[in-house]
């Protein structure tokens, strides 16, 4: 039996404050997320949305936080009994996390691509040249955003492993991906920063594929570098004002399944909101591109609580006006 899907906030341009708000309100109090509450022993918080949404922040951060500050290849994996993996696979599934969706406009003025593991940038830039031959047409550019985050050991067997040599970071693996699945040997502009921390340098590359739209690699400066690397809302807004995002552009996103909800919001928050544009988020279809590797419902649940962080920060700006 298919389970039903609850909407996320919608992202077609010019939706109101008030209509993200309800959506937000709409899919963390779904009944899908109550249940799965209530199946891990909580009780649903009292109080307005923005009490509901920090009260499902804490409660997540005890009991579906597997990370604890590391990155995502580093989490630890719960041992569950068959009903609970039963139900975190059901209520994914109803929130958006597992099924890939088409993109809901036949075109879009750019088409982002976002960075992850070696393996996901390879997927992610084979789906995005997929669509960009055949699915939606792009008016500006398809733009590939990552940052300098050096690939682990893992990564780079599995890079070698499908021919693919010479990737240090993030980046170069979204490069090479640029480069095999659009069929491009060199950028046609190149520009950047270095400097005496990866968290402060940047690199620009734009490639121009035949009869394609062109293709841009960024790699952005950390909003934060005295404490982290750049994450995703740090790539997007240096995207936006590098493109010169136009109020009612509409933007297709590319991502994997499992990253949708919360990369959809942070998008929504970074981007929509402060520019006007459309958000359409849709992740890579398995049957068009390398499968995903195996999903397990701690990894699930670990994103699941993204969600639930990536709609508290909308909100709060919502807010904030």
């Known amino acids: 039996m ?3 899907e609850v909407a996320l906030p919608a ?15 709409a899919w963390v109090g779904s009944p899908p997320m109550r249940a799965l509450v209530g199946h891990f022993g909580g009780d649903w918080p009292a109080g307005d949305l923005g009490a509901v949404l920090a009260g499902l922040d804490d409660f997540s951060a ?12 580093d989490a630890r994996e719960p041992a569950f009994d068959p009903a609970t993996v039963g139900l975190v696979h059901e209520t994914a599934t109803a929130l958006g996390l597992v099924r890939s969706l088409r993109p809901t406009l036949p075109r879009y003025a750019h088409l982002l691509v976002l960075g992850g593991l070696a393996h996901a940038c390879l997927r992610r830039t084979a789906y995005a040249a997929h669509l960009a031959r055949t699915g939606a047409g792009v008016a500006g550019e398809v733009a590939v955003l990552g940052s300098f985050r050096a690939l682990s050991p893992v990564e780079s067997r599995l890079l070698a492993e499908v021919g693919v040599h010479g990737c240090a970071t993030e980046v170069d693996a979204l490069d090479a991906g640029v480069r095999l699945a659009f069929g491009v040997a060199a950028p046609a502009e190149e520009t950047g920063e270095t400097a005496d921390h990866p ?11 035949v009869g394609l739209p062109p293709v841009r690699v960024l790699a952005a400066p950390s909003g934060e570098p005295d404490r982290r690397r750049a994450h995703t809302a740090d790539t997007q807004r240096f995207w936006a004002e590098h493109v010169r995002l136009r109020v009612g552009d509409p933007v297709l996103m590319v991502t994997a399944p499992i990253y949708v909800p919360f990369q959809h919001c942070d998008a929504l928050r970074t981007l929509a909101v402060p520019f006007g544009c459309g958000i359409d ?23 699941i609580r993204s969600a639930v ?13």
């Open 309 to 321: 962080r990536s709609m508290r920060a909308l909100h709060a700006a919502l807010a904030a006006g």
């Open 62 to 73: 005890r009991h579906w936080d597997f990370r604890d500050g590391r990155e995502r290849p």
């Open 2 to 4: 298919r389970t039903t």
């Open 281 to 303: 988020t849709i992740g890579v279809d398995p049957a068009l591109a390398a499968p995903e590797p195996t999903l397990t419902p701690g990894r699930y649940l670990q994103e």
């Open 199 to 209: 968290h402060r340098a940047w690199s620009s590359r734009t490639y121009r594929p």
């Open 11 to 25: 992202g077609a341009a010019g939706t109101t404050r008030a209509d993200l708000a309800a959506g937000i309100g």
